[in-house]
């Protein structure tokens, strides 16, 4: 696993998620000319801006479907 910087102990620990081909090629072309440098960085950011939402439960899940749905999935 990757490690980047925190506050605590300066390393966070990264793991790995698989996603269908066709949506990566979507979500490519989605983020070009945007300046989000990556896929991950991409999907990192949705995910923070879903969780920190203050949805929780059922909000939440229909909150990630509509943007996954959004990405083409």
């Not at 102990?9 to 793991?15: I, Q, R, S, T």
């Given at each position: 696993m990757k490690r980047a910087k925190n506050k605590e102990?300066?390393?966070?620990?990264?793991?790995t998620i698989s996603l269908p081909l066709p949506l990566i090629e979507k979500i490519?072309?989605?983020i070009e000319g945007t300046g989000m440098n990556s896929v991950s960085a991409y999907i990192s950011f949705v995910m923070r801006e879903i969780l920190s939402s203050g949805n929780t439960g059922k909000e939440e899940l229909e909150e990630v479907r509509k943007r996954l749905k959004a990405l083409g999935y």
């Open positions: 102990d300066n390393k966070v620990e990264y793991g490519k072309k989605r």
